[in-house]
């Protein structure tokens, strides 16, 4: 089946550990996305990623990174600089140069600190 | 810039009656326009979209959406509720060639028996 996986389903972190969320894609597209979404508030774009080897920062960046070694995966370290992690942290991936390119999201990884 | 206003956070319905989610989008550039749908704890799903062509959208699950350029809106209709629709729905605009999606606060839909 073609899609987006997000592990872990749950995700506890320590004060001043760096923990990374893995984002995973079939579906052969080029960009992708985080997004984190605290409740009443939508959803807040980190990075995206539009090719292999680029990203660049979204709304929200501090205290987060990412990577794109490869296509189909684009994992997010929360560092210990950010200092409210606690969230539900959503990955999405999209094929570009489609008129009104749809993203896809995936299930989500719920963060919660110890 | 683009912003997108979602005019109720929350809205009740008993099941078997009409749903009327409203959205409301300001965008420089021609928008696209997509409503998804969350259940509890799970990621974004798919609703329907609109990129310029026919102003009246039809959906997933018989949900549909109308574009109306001159009022800025693009409000989510349903004739009948299933107790299945509750869930939280996002209003969504994209301008232009950017790939940024901005997104309403949400609308919370609860659907009585």
């Known amino acids: 089946d073609g899609g987006i996986t997000q592990s872990p389903k749950y995700l506890f972190r320590k004060e001043g550990q760096n923990v990374t969320l893995s984002c995973e894609q079939n579906?052969?597209?080029?960009?992708m996305y985080w997004y984190r979404q605290d409740p009443g508030q939508g959803l807040r774009l980190i990075y995206y990623s539009q090719i292999v080897n680029d990203f660049q920062k979204g709304d929200i960046a501090e205290g987060y990174s990412v990577s794109r070694e490869k296509k189909e995966s684009f994992p997010l370290t929360v560092t210990s600089a950010q200092k409210n992690p606690t969230a539900f942290y959503l990955c999405?991936?999209?094929?570009?140069?489609?008129?009104?390119?749809?993203?896809?999201f995936g299930p989500g990884t719920r963060l919660l600190v110890l | 810039a683009q912003s997108v206003t979602q005019l109720d956070s929350h809205v009740s319905v008993s099941e078997g009656t009409p749903v009327l989610l409203r959205c409301n989008y300001s965008s420089s550039y021609s928008p696209s326009l997509f409503w998804y749908v969350q259940h509890p704890n799970k990621g974004l799903q798919l609703l329907l979209k609109?990129?310029?062509?026919?102003?009246l959208v039809k959906g997933i699950n018989g949900f549909e959406a109308e574009f109306k350029k001159s009022e800025t809106s693009f409000h989510l209709t349903k004739p009948s509720a299933h107790m299945s629709d509750a869930a939280e729905y996002f209003c969504v605009v994209r301008g232009g060639s950017n790939y940024k999606l901005t997104f309403g606060k949400g609308t919370l839909l609860t659907v009585n028996p």
């Open positions: 609109y990129t310029s062509a026919a102003t």
């Open positions: 999405a991936s999209s094929s570009p140069g489609l008129a009104g390119a749809t993203q896809y």
């Open positions: 579906l052969n597209h080029d960009a």
